[in-house]
Nanobody, 130 residues
Framework: EVQLVESGGGSVQAGGSLRLSCAAS????????IGWFRQAPGKRREGVSCVGSDFDGRTYYEDSVKGRFTISRDNAENRIFLEMNNLKPEDTAVYYC??????????????????????WGKGTQVTVAR
């Protein structure tokens, strides 16, 4: 059974930092494209940052997080991280980890496409106070 479990969310003041972690089981993360998505109340889910499989190597960041967020993976631990710095109130959302065998598909969805991703975690809440 494939599971993606997010952790590391919480409440911080604006300007603070958080490090989200996504623990993958049932898959070898290096063979999968992995992404972080978020959904704020009343808004559609959006791609935040995504990375292709190790073979693909591409990385995407949503414009508003460029220079503040960094995605990384630890294949030995089967974990994917999202380092978030200089957090802003508009970053408040539930953050989800997703995985798919198709790097093209996941990166497409990360940028607003409609490709249906294989695996999703249940999310972790991030709240940034003014």
């Amino acid at each position: 059974e494939v599971q993606l479990v997010e952790s590391g969310g919480g409440s911080v003041q604006a300007g603070g930092s958080l490090r989200l972690s996504c623990a993958a089981s049932g898959i070898s993360s290096e063979d999968f494209a992995i992404g972080w998505f978020r959904q704020a109340p009343g808004k559609r889910r959006e791609g935040v940052s995504c990375v292709g499989s190790d073979f693909d190597g591409r990385t995407y960041y949503e414009d508003s997080v460029k220079g503040r967020f960094t995605i990384s993976r630890d294949n030995a631990e089967n974990r994917i991280f999202l380092e978030m710095n200089n957090l802003k109130p508009e970053d408040t959302a539930v953050y989800y980890c997703a995985a798919d065998r198709s790097s093209i598909g996941l990166l497409n969805t990360c940028q607003g496409g409609s490709y249906d991703l294989e695996y999703w975690g249940k999310g972790t809440q991030v709240t940034v106070a003014r």
